[in-house]
């Protein structure tokens, strides 16, 4: 039953966040459901549907928020980082944001600028209502023997009981023109089946 509980509060939000992308303006969100947790992503390419959203996510008073990355299209752009930041300040500040590092933010300056990460910001992990997130970052090594392979194990090793979430940019298996990231697969979803790792967000 818990698992179910969780899986469904997570889902009441996505499923808030899909149709306001479609233009279903009018969706209730009058009684939000009881501990909502968001998760979105990829909000590079049209401010507007990004305004959209995240008044949407803002009227469902979520726990936590997290975006799987490409939260601007130029890394390196000030003016893209005020935009940002102008539409999703309210909701910053009434929930915890939490992002994955994505290709388009690039460089990292500015985004390390705007939020105050745990760990090292770049791969960090968090517990929200007792469920464990683990954010990653696919534009650092992350092969094994790297800093961040190793964390990650750590951090699996010490939630083996626990449901845990993994997000990240890059899609280990994708329907979408960017297509799958084999490479990644072959080095996570290993890492993933062993400890039984519950879901994973990607785009």
Not at 96 to 109: E, Q, R, T, V
Not at 166 to 180: D, E, K, Q, V
Request: one cysteine or more; aromatic letters at 12%.
């Amino acid at each position: 039953m818990k698992t179910v509980r969780i899986i469904s509060a997570i889902f009441a939000a996505l499923l808030l966040l899909q149709l306001a992308c479609s233009g279903l303006t009018d969706y209730p969100v009058s009684k939000p459901p009881l501990h909502s947790i968001v998760i979105y992503g990829d909000c590079r390419g049209s401010r507007g549907v990004h305004r959209q959203i995240v008044e949407k996510v803002f009227r469902a008073e979520p726990k936590a928020v997290f975006n799987t990355g490409d939260l601007v299209d130029d890394g390196s752009s000030a003016d893209q980082w005020a935009i940002f930041d102008n539409i999703t300040c309210e909701l910053r500040q009434m929930a915890p944001y939490y992002p994955a590092l994505g290709n388009h933010d690039l460089p990292p300056d500015l985004f390390f600028a705007i939020f105050d990460l745990p760990n090292n910001e770049r791969w960090y992990s968090v517990e929200v209502d007792g469920l464990h997130f683990i954010v990653l970052d696919t534009n650092s090594a992350i092969d094994q023997g790297s800093e961040q392979y190793g964390w990650l194990e750590a951090q699996l090793q010490g939630m083996k009981d626990d449901f845990v979430v993994a997000i990240f940019h890059r899609p280990l298996l994708s329907s979408g023109w960017h297509g799958s990231d084999l490479s990644l697969d072959r080095i996570l979803r290993p890492l993933f089946e062993e400890y039984d790792v519950d879901l994973v967000f990607n785009g």
